[in-house]
């Protein structure tokens, strides 16, 4: 690996335990101004000091969140989108590339599949031809990877899910984001057969932290290496205490009862 791939793998893990939570905050294109991001850089400093690893934008955000203070996080651009006004929303396109990354001093990038899809051929390629830059370069490489499409019966079935962390591993990327499956031995078999690390996404909104929190901790029982989670945490009426509960699960193995209780929830 080159120095310079590890050393920007070093700020978006953390260096004790080599796990790490992610925030992506790409919401905006897909969904619009949705609640909870209208002031990113005040939602960056609550995750910041509630232990966050890093933060996830797209190229355009990334001064917006700019802070010039406080606790540090790496930093993550988003070079794959689709807006739901769109006919085909499950069809991302490349809309930045590794050096506008390099420019914003990001230490990842990252690249948006949905296997399934009609435009999935576009998406391997885009994903295919970005690690192979990435490379280049020496930046790390998360690949987000769905089944999504019209003969995709069951998104979250273990061989599916399987499926597309492998390609992400196949193509090149570093770190690859899937859905739990909701099964702790079934996840574990999905993390034996990828040979790279997985972090879990944070789907839609829950309205039960426990729920939240009890996946968090199962998936890292099974074996992921962090989280990658975005609505759960930035639309929480309390995000920095959210964040610091999963922070005790993710890096200090905390039990959900231990983490729930400094939430304020039950």
Same mark, same amino acid.
């Given at each position: 690996?080159?120095?310079?791939?590890?050393?920007?793998?070093?700020?978006?893990?953390?260096?004790?335990?080599?796990?790490?939570?992610?925030?992506?905050?790409?919401?905006?294109?897909?969904?619009?101004?949705?609640?909870?991001?209208?002031?990113?850089?005040?939602?960056?400093?609550?995750?910041?000091?509630?232990?966050?690893?890093?933060?996830?934008?797209?190229?355009?955000?990334?001064?917006?969140?700019?802070?010039?203070?406080?606790?540090?996080?790496?930093?993550?651009?988003?070079?794959?989108?689709?807006?739901?006004?769109?006919?085909?929303?499950?069809?991302?396109?490349?809309?930045?590339?590794?050096?506008?990354?390099?420019?914003?001093?990001?230490?990842?990038?990252?690249?948006?599949?949905?296997?399934?899809?009609?435009?999935?051929?576009?998406?391997? +390629?885009?994903?295919?031809? /970005? !690690? &192979?830059? $990435? @490379?280049?370069? =020496?930046?790390?490489?998360?690949?987000?990877? *769905?089944?999504?499409?019209?003969?995709?019966?069951?998104?979250?079935?273990? +061989?599916?899910?399987?499926? /597309? !962390? &492998?390609? $992400? @591993?196949?193509? =090149?990327?570093?770190?690859?984001?899937?859905? *739990?499956?909701?099964?702790?031995?079934?996840?574990?078999?999905?993390?034996?057969?990828?040979?790279?690390?997985?972090?879990?996404?944070?789907?839609?909104?829950?309205?039960?932290?426990?729920?939240?929190?009890?996946?968090?901790?199962?998936?890292?029982?099974?074996?992921?290496?962090?989280?990658?989670?975005?609505?759960?945490?930035?639309?929480?009426?309390?995000?920095?205490?959210?964040?610091?509960?999963?922070?005790?699960?993710?890096?200090?193995?905390?039990?959900?009862?231990?983490?729930?209780?400094?939430?304020?929830?039950?």
């Amino acid at each position: 690996m080159y120095t310079g791939k590890a050393v920007r793998l070093e700020r978006l893990f953390n260096r004790t335990t080599r796990r790490c939570i992610i925030v992506p905050l790409d919401h905006g294109v897909s969904h619009g101004p949705i609640a909870g991001l209208s002031d990113v850089r005040r939602i960056v400093s609550e995750v910041a000091e509630g232990g966050a690893d890093a933060v996830l934008m797209h190229k355009g955000l990334v001064r917006n969140g700019h802070r010039a203070g406080g606790r540090d996080l790496g930093l993550i651009v988003h070079l794959s989108a689709s807006t739901d006004l769109s006919p085909t929303p499950n069809a991302k396109i490349l809309v930045a590339s590794v050096e506008d990354a390099i420019k914003l001093g990001a230490d990842g990038i990252s690249v948006h599949v949905n296997m399934g899809d009609a435009s999935e051929g576009a998406m391997l +390629a885009d994903l295919g031809r /970005t !690690a &192979r830059e $990435a @490379a280049a370069w =020496g930046m790390p490489l998360l690949a987000m990877m *769905y089944a999504r499409g019209e003969h995709i019966k069951d998104p979250f079935a273990p +061989a599916v899910v399987a499926h /597309t !962390a &492998r390609v $992400a @591993a196949e193509l =090149g990327a570093d770190i690859v984001k899937v859905p *739990y499956t909701g099964n702790k031995a079934d996840f574990a078999g999905i993390v034996a057969s990828c040979p790279i690390p997985i972090v879990i996404a944070g789907g839609p909104k829950v309205n039960s932290p426990r729920e939240f929190l009890q996946t968090a901790y199962e998936a890292m029982q099974a074996g992921a290496v962090g989280l990658s989670v975005g609505r759960n945490i930035f639309q929480h009426t309390y995000p920095q205490g959210l964040v610091a509960a999963l922070a005790g699960i993710v890096h200090a193995n905390w039990s959900v009862d231990r983490a729930l209780s400094i939430t304020g929830e039950a």
